[in-house]
T-cell receptor
């Protein structure tokens, strides 16, 4: 079983739509959670950390459900520039990071 | 603040040739990592260094060696390149001793082995 699993998509949504991605993790001892964004042929970049109480950054909302061991990312009012692959990343402790394979999003005009 | 810098950005090798990918970070991070990314496979950890003076194998270490030269630099060496090592390689660093343990990636090195 993979440590982190996410739906690879692709998600194709029209501009202005709301889209949600989910990610599940297998180890209940996981400590920190992140969403990264990766554009084609570029490096992953931190989109946002995910906190237990949930957190929001503009059009992006991240949620953590420790009981069910999943994290989510909600994107409201999708823009063309949101087209990318979104990676779910879990930190067990110290140097132990685990990645989902990524969810591909294409926002269509 | 440059963050994580890796070189070269592109490299073409013939089977059996050797090369070293260089990585340096200027954020005073204690941990450094080498990943490879292949289509449909996601990021896979090759080696990591939790702190200066230590290195450990990741998920796919075969065919690679690493050196943590100092706190800033972590190099990845391919002793005898094989076509299966054609990939995009990312170096990353993090401050695993702090509460803000976030991975920062370099821009990537695209390696083709013919």
């Amino acid at each position: 079983r993979k440590e982190v699993e996410q739906d690879p998509g692709p998600f194709n949504v029209p501009e202005g739509a709301t889209v949600a991605f989910n990610c599940t993790y297998s180890n209940s001892a996981s400590q920190s959670f992140f969403w990264y964004r990766q554009d084609c042929r570029k490096e992953p970049k931190l989109l946002m950390s995910v906190y237990s109480s949930g957190n929001e950054d503009g059009r992006f909302t991240a949620q953590l459900n420790r009981a069910s061991q999943y994290i989510s990312l909600l994107i409201r009012d999708s823009k063309l520039s949101d087209s990318a692959t979104y990676l779910c990343v879990v930190n067990m402790r110290g140097s132990q990071f685990y990645f989902g394979t990524g969810t591909s999003l294409t926002v269509i005009p | 603040n440059a963050g994580v810098t890796q070189t070269p950005k592109f490299q073409v090798l013939k089977t059996g040739q050797s090369m070293t990918l260089q990585c340096a970070q200027d954020m005073n991070h204690n941990s450094m990592y080498w990943y490879r990314q292949d289509p449909g496979m996601g990021l896979r950890l090759i080696y990591y260094s939790a702190s200066e003076g230590t290195t450990d194998k990741g998920e796919v270490p075969n065919g690679y060696n690493v050196s943590r030269l100092n706190k800033r630099e972590f190099s990845l060496r391919l002793e005898s390149a094989a076509p299966s090592q054609t990939s995009v390689y990312f170096c990353a660093s993090s401050d695993s001793s702090s509460g803000a343990n976030v991975l920062t990636f370099g821009a990537g090195s695209r390696l083709t082995v013919l």
